[in-house]
Nanobody, 121 residues
Framework: QVQLVESGGGEVQPGGSLRLSCAAS????????MGWYRQAPGKQRELVAT???????NYADSVKGRFTISRDNALKTMDLQMNNLKPEDTAVYYC???????????????WGQGTQVIVSS
């Protein structure tokens, strides 16, 4: 069974920092692209940042220069370092991974359960 588990959310004041982590579990899996998405109340889920297995990154314009995505392929983890947080960054953040199950050679997207980030003074 494949699972993604996020951690690291919380409440912080504007200008503060948080680091989110995502850990994938499961045997005989190959993790392709990974990414972070977020959903604010009353809004659609949106892309925050993605990273390929080779380390190529892509960011939403709203977080460029403030957020940094990284991953450790050996540990099957992904992080999101969030600096200079703004109230508009308040949302539930979701980990996403494109995973191939090597036993069955099936490939699909998996999602974590989400972690809340609140930026408020």
């Amino acid at each position: 069974q494949v699972q993604l588990v996020e951690s690291g959310g919380g409440e912080v004041q504007p200008g503060g920092s948080l680091r989110l982590s995502c850990a994938a579990s499961g045997t005989l899996i190959r993790i392709n692209a990974m990414g972070w998405y977020r959903q604010a109340p009353g809004k659609q889920r949106e892309l925050v940042a993605t990273i390929t297995s080779g380390g190529a990154t892509n960011y939403a314009d709203s977080v460029k220069g403030r957020f940094t995505i990284s991953r450790d392929n050996a540990l099957k983890t992904m992080d999101l370092q969030m600096n200079n947080l703004k109230p508009e960054d308040t949302a539930v953040y979701y980990c996403n991974a494109d995973i191939t199950r090597l036993g069955t050679w099936t490939r699909r997207d998996y999602w974590g359960q989400g972690t809340q980030v609140i930026v408020s003074s």
